[in-house]
């Protein structure tokens, strides 16, 4: 059974800066695609960036591009997110998924097939 836990969400003011991990254990986890999503209050999940097994190619929702960055390492099995010139509308609960169904995300099912973790909560201050 894979496991994922996420940590590094804390109060930032606008424009500073955050990195967000997640390790995840559990049979063949490298695999996997692995990704973040969000959701803020009020609103529903969505996408933030998602990265290949291999981490070669990665894609960013359009709000994200250009002041995030995510990351994997499979030789510990973690993810990372850097966000820098953070936005107050980047306050939401973030979520580290592992894609245990092979090509579901490109296909478009973003939420079907996933393993989530906890949850850590970011927000932005004014």
């Known amino acids: 059974q894979i496991q994922v836990a996420e940590s590094g969400g804390e109060l930032v003011q606008a424009g500073g800066s955050l990195r967000l991990s997640c390790t995840a254990s559990?049979?063949?986890?490298?695999?996997?695609?692995m990704g973040w999503f969000r959701q803020a209050p009020g609103k529903g999940r969505e996408a933030v960036s998602c990265?290949?097994?291999?981490?070669?190619?990665?894609t960013y929702a359009a709000s994200t591009e250009g002041r995030f960055t995510i990351s994997r390492n499979n030789m510990d099995y973690s993810l990372h997110l850097q966000m820098n010139n953070l936005k107050p509308e980047d306050t939401a609960m973030y979520y580290c998924?592992?894609?245990?169904?092979?090509?579901?995300?490109?296909?478009?099912?973003?939420?079907?097939?996933?393993?989530w973790g906890q949850g850590t909560q970011v927000t932005v201050s004014t």
């Open positions: 998924a592992v894609e245990t169904r092979r090509g579901s995300w490109s296909s478009g099912e973003l939420y079907e097939h996933n393993i």
């Open positions: 990265i290949t097994w291999s981490g070669v190619k990665s």
């Open positions: 559990g049979p063949n986890v490298d695999v996997y695609g």
